[in-house]
């Protein structure tokens, strides 16, 4: 399954300017060709057995979450996310709407009374 990859222009375009030339993928093969899944999977099995967190529980998708809660921490618009994430109901993506725990609700309260 292709992703698009939103960030900001910059970012693209130095990640880009590392790889081979002439492509429109950004993470791709020494070759250019779009890097499959199960490549994506295999490297980071391996980075995270020798970084011993091979029981992280950090798998590709998790970037995904990991993309979608620090988007929300910065608040950007839950529904400009869920379209970012390609979700269909506004409900799949208030699912990443998890407090941390330094959240309070103090900052929103009102200075008047």
């Given at each position: 399954?292709?992703?698009?990859i939103y960030?900001?222009?910059?970012?693209?375009?130095?990640?880009?300017?590392?790889?081979?030339?002439?492509?429109?993928?950004v993470?791709?093969?020494?070759?250019?060709?779009?890097?499959?899944?199960?490549?994506v999977?295999?490297?980071?099995?391996?980075?995270?057995?020798g970084?011993?967190?091979?029981?992280?529980?950090?798998?590709?998708?998790?970037?995904?979450?990991?993309?979608?809660?620090?988007?929300l921490?910065?608040?950007?618009?839950?529904?400009?996310?869920s379209?970012?994430?390609?979700?269909?109901?506004?409900?799949?993506?208030?699912?990443y709407?998890?407090?941390?725990?330094?959240?309070?609700?103090?900052?929103?309260?009102?200075?008047s009374?």
């Amino acid at each position: 399954m292709r992703r698009a990859i939103y960030a900001k222009a910059g970012l693209i375009q130095a990640l880009k300017d590392r790889g081979p030339k002439n492509h429109a993928h950004v993470f791709t093969t020494k070759t250019g060709t779009p890097l499959q899944y199960s490549t994506v999977h295999r490297w980071l099995k391996q980075t995270k057995e020798g970084a011993r967190l091979a029981d992280s529980g950090i798998c590709p998708h998790w970037w995904r979450h990991a993309h979608a809660s620090d988007s929300l921490r910065n608040k950007t618009p839950i529904n400009v996310l869920s379209r970012t994430l390609g979700h269909r109901q506004l409900s799949m993506t208030a699912l990443y709407l998890h407090a941390s725990e330094t959240s309070t609700s103090a900052g929103y309260l009102s200075d008047s009374e």
